[in-house]
């Protein structure tokens, strides 16, 4: 069965301290995978799109990494204004279209 | 240039009760999906339209839930007979269609209560 899962569900990071959340993927055929932003009260924020192993892609404080089974989020020197849940959601199969999302990770920072 | 705008941006009803929530997404985008998020969780497909047409409603829980798009632009999710379950947050994405994954864009989203 496909599966995402995000780990750790909750991060709390005092301002300037960086650290990286976890995407795990278990599907078969990656199209592409995604990461989203999620403020309290508002829809999920696009971030990134990666749609190979090995890819790369960065803005501003965070940098998006993907491997055969797993992406990751690195936070460099994170703000406060960077506290918000993010969301990873993946694209497989013969599927143009169907996302199988994670739980998500609430990252918190601490001024 | 204008996002994914949703309205109403909450609503409170009763239990039994119809319930109409609108999601007009950003222009020239063929493709329009709606989700439903529960606290704590990724959001949970319910239905995809690629056009005018629903070309996938699998994630529609059962038949008191039903999404139109006339026009092939702007969409309407009502749901029947409303349950206490069905309080979430609906949300509304859309995307351009391509041969790679498509990117989708996400609106704020309708906040359901069914008291």
């Known amino acids: 069965e496909d599966q995402v899962t995000q780990s750790p569900e909750a991060l709390r990071l005092q301002e300037g301290e960086s650290s990286s959340l976890n995407c795990s993927y278990t599907v078969s055929g990656l199209r592409g995978l995604f990461w989203y932003r999620q403020d309290p009260g508002k829809g999920p924020e696009f971030l990134f799109t990666?749609?190979?192993?090995?890819e790369e892609k960065e803005k501003e404080r965070l940098k998006a990494t993907l491997t055969k089974k797993e992406s990751f989020l690195h936070i460099t020197a994170p703000k406060p204004e960077d506290s918000a849940t993010y969301l990873c959601?993946?694209?497989?199969?013969?599927?143009?279209?169907?996302?199988?999302w994670g739980a998500g990770t609430k990252l918190i920072i601490k001024p | 240039g204008a996002g994914v705008s949703q309205t109403p941006s909450n609503k409170v009803t009763e239990k039994g009760k119809y319930v109409e929530l609108r999601c007009d997404p950003i222009?020239?985008?063929?493709?329009l999906y709606w989700y439903r998020q529960s606290l704590g969780q990724g959001p949970e497909f319910l239905i995809y339209?690629?056009?005018?047409?629903?070309?996938?409603d699998s994630g529609l829980p059962n038949d008191r839930f039903f999404a139109v798009r006339p026009e092939g632009s702007v969409s309407t999710l009502k749901i029947q007979r409303t349950e206490r379950g069905d309080s979430a947050v609906y949300l509304c994405a859309s995307s351009h269609y391509g041969t790679r994954p498509d990117t989708q864009y996400f609106g704020p989203g309708t906040r359901l209560t069914v008291l």
């Open positions: 959601a993946v694209q497989a199969g013969d599927s143009n279209y169907q996302l199988i």
């Open positions: 990666l749609y190979s192993v090995g």
């Open positions: 222009s020239g985008h063929t493709a």
């Open positions: 339209f690629q056009g005018t047409g629903a070309a996938d």
